[in-house]
């Protein structure tokens, strides 16, 4: 039987157990649950390229109890070079590329973000305490994961040539073996600056210069005046209320929303038995109805003709709820979005808890690495559309974003943070955990490990099915498609299906933690 790690002075969930190991420690040592956080974010971006770094964005949730969580919107701006016209001038007037300078064309926001997280309170640990678990790993080395191998050899057709990829996640041209000592040692000394001049001094000075040269130079559109510009933005979360409390999520444009859509539009449905064929098709059918309206009208809220927030009104959410047939499948020929990314729980004793995601997009996002830096820049800004819409490139703009964290302030008085990585994947898997948990009441960490579907692609995937983990019942399987599903069954616990984390603080102080199998993780409890 699956049970989750309990505990009362703390708990870090991450997709890599250093990364959990590092923020347990940050706890220990007397910090915060956003200090533990920082320090995490610092350390999985060098123990877990393939997912994230310092290049790409990041997002957060922040609850202290007894108030209102408040959120950090740390996703970087297009460069002010960056417009359709630019892009065409360049020979790609339909589409940005993917991958190389022209992928990298968003201010790297995830360093903001972590200081912003900081300013919100007082710290108790120094900002050199937070980061030298990172700058250690960087210098010394860290030993590469099977994830990470995998991920190298099967995405290397599209990276092998990117300028600076080879020579940082390559070894003798090669992808690294499982186990291989890997060290990033302009990382390192990347990570070090910050921690003897402050983290603003990734967006202006030496850092910030280089960056811009570099990008420059390889047919980015971002120069070092981007980076001056950029700052990450306090927010309030967009939410919803159910029937088991309020859930709260990342405003747009990220896809917080269809998150909080899917939730909302299933608790409308009634379902009390988790596991059969209510439940599963009830959350696909209102996934489906939440993807239609995110993929026609989510873009850059100040471009948004109807806020974000406004999606999840009682009467809105009623009108969406009524589409949905109980009984049959909604054919469903869409157009996904990818994704890679890393999410992050944490709660210390005083009961604040923070739910984390950090992103480059694709794996290794657009492969760009500075080799002077270490920092290899996200390809976010290659989810912008050069046709007109909510999405249209514009300088100063952000574009879609896949991830989002989400937490839920319960009305038995538990909080839970919870998220995953895996693009179209995540308000999906977000779905099946709060459901499994909250709803109907599965363990956490059982919840976390439960097999999970996956309507429509991601991870480069081409198919547009109904992928579901081969552990579910064969008999529900056979339902979904009579019921119209096109089923594809994939690995029993493939990375397809995400890598999923949750947190939860009780109200007698208690804190459970899971972590997903499906990942390099662990969930770590004092």
Not at 53 to 63: A, H, M, P
Not at 254 to 259: E, F, I, L, R
Not at 360 to 386: D, H, I, K, M
Not at 443 to 456: E, F, H, I, M, S
């Amino acid at each position: 039987m699956l049970h989750a790690a309990l505990g009362y002075e703390g708990a870090v969930t991450a997709p890599h157990r250093h990364a959990a190991q590092v923020g347990r420690d940050v706890l220990r040592d007397g910090g915060t649950a956003v200090e533990a956080m920082v320090a995490a974010a610092a350390a999985i971006a060098v123990v877990y390229p393939h997912m994230n770094g310092i290049g790409g964005d990041g997002f957060w949730l922040i609850k202290r109890k007894g108030e209102a969580p408040v959120g950090i919107f740390a996703g970087g701006q297009a460069a002010a070079l960056a417009t359709p016209e630019w892009y065409a001038e360049q020979g790609h007037g339909d589409a940005i590329p993917a991958r190389g300078g022209l992928a990298a064309l968003t201010v790297p926001g995830t360093i903001g973000g972590w200081q912003a997280a900081l300013d919100l309170h007082d710290t108790k640990l120094p900002l050199d305490r937070l980061l030298a678990p990172a700058i250690a790993y960087a210098e010394n080395g860290i030993a590469v994961t099977g994830n990470q191998s995998r991920t190298t050899a099967e995405k290397l057709d599209g990276l092998r040539d990117v300028p600076g990829f080879a020579d940082t996640f390559l070894q003798d041209g090669e992808v690294p073996a499982t186990g291989a000592l890997m060290k990033q040692q302009a990382l390192g000394r990347t990570l070090r600056h910050l921690a003897e001049n402050g983290l603003g001094s990734f967006y202006k000075g030496p850092i910030a210069d280089t960056h811009g040269a570099y990008l420059a130079a390889n047919g980015s559109p971002l120069r070092a005046e981007d980076f001056a510009a950029y700052g990450a933005e306090r927010v309030t979360p967009l939410e919803v209320e159910t029937s088991h409390g309020t859930l709260y999520n990342m405003v747009a444009p990220t896809q917080g929303v269809a998150s909080l859509m899917i939730l909302g539009l299933f608790d409308r449905l009634g379902v009390t038995e988790g596991e059969g064929f209510d439940h599963i098709h009830g959350l696909i059918e209102s996934t489906k109805q939440a993807f239609i309206r995110r993929n026609a009208e989510l873009g850059d809220r100040t471009h948004m003709d109807v806020p974000a927030q406004d999606w999840l009104e009682t009467d809105a959410l009623d009108a969406m709820a009524a589409r949905i047939d109980r009984e049959k499948a909604l054919p469903w020929p869409y157009e996904p979005k990818q994704g890679d990314t890393i999410w992050m729980g944490a709660c210390d004793s005083d009961g604040t808890v923070v739910s984390f995601i950090q992103s480059v997009f694709w794996e290794f996002g657009s492969g760009l690495t500075c080799p002077e830096t270490g920092v290899f820049f996200q390809n976010r800004g290659a989810g912008f559309s050069l046709q007109p819409g909510p999405n249209q490139l514009a300088p100063g703009k952000r574009p879609f974003h896949t991830l989002n964290p989400a937490m839920a302030d319960l009305k038995d008085g538990r909080v839970m943070a919870y998220g995953t990585m895996g693009g179209e994947g995540q308000p999906q898997t977000q779905s099946a955990v709060f459901s499994r948990h909250v709803q109907f009441g599965m363990d956490l960490q059982a919840a976390v490990t439960a097999p999970r579907w996956l309507l429509g692609k991601t991870w480069g995937q081409d198919t547009t099915t109904l992928k579901l983990e081969n552990r579910f019942d064969p008999e529900l399987v056979a339902q979904l498609k009579q019921a119209g599903h096109e089923v594809e069954l994939i690995d029993p616990y493939s990375d397809l299906a995400g890598h999923a984390g949750a947190v939860v603080h009780h109200p007698s102080g208690l804190i459970e933690a899971a972590t997903d199998p499906r990942s390099d993780g662990a969930a770590i409890t004092d």
